[in-house]
């Protein structure tokens, strides 16, 4: 599958646990950490979005709104806030 043109490395879609869900079960699938952006809310994060997709690509596309990169820290963080995986 080459999803937008070979650039997208994970894609996952949120279920009851919504975005945060997500991006939990993407980072400890795939060993690394996540830190959120300043553009996203706790309500996006926690809130249901079904029918979407949160991807991990290699470069900038032109699809969606960018929420976060991955680190290699271990961590999820947010505003500062980080919990371990």
Do not use: H, Y
């Given at each position: 599958m080459f999803l937008l043109g070979g650039k997208c490395v994970a894609c996952y879609t949120p279920g009851m646990g919504g975005i945060a869900e997500a991006v939990l079960?993407?980072?400890?699938?795939?060993?690394?950490?996540?830190?959120?952006?300043?553009?996203?809310s706790l309500d996006e994060i926690f809130g249901y979005a079904y029918g979407s997709f949160v991807?991990?690509?290699?470069?900038?596309?032109?699809?969606?709104?960018?929420?976060?990169?991955?680190?290699?820290?271990?961590?999820?963080?947010?505003?500062?806030n980080c919990v371990a995986l």
């Open positions: 079960k993407m980072a400890i699938g795939n060993s690394v950490g996540f830190k959120f952006g300043e553009n996203i991807l991990e690509v290699t470069e900038d596309v032109n699809v969606g709104k960018v929420i976060g990169e991955t680190t290699d820290s271990g961590k999820i963080c947010m505003n500062g």
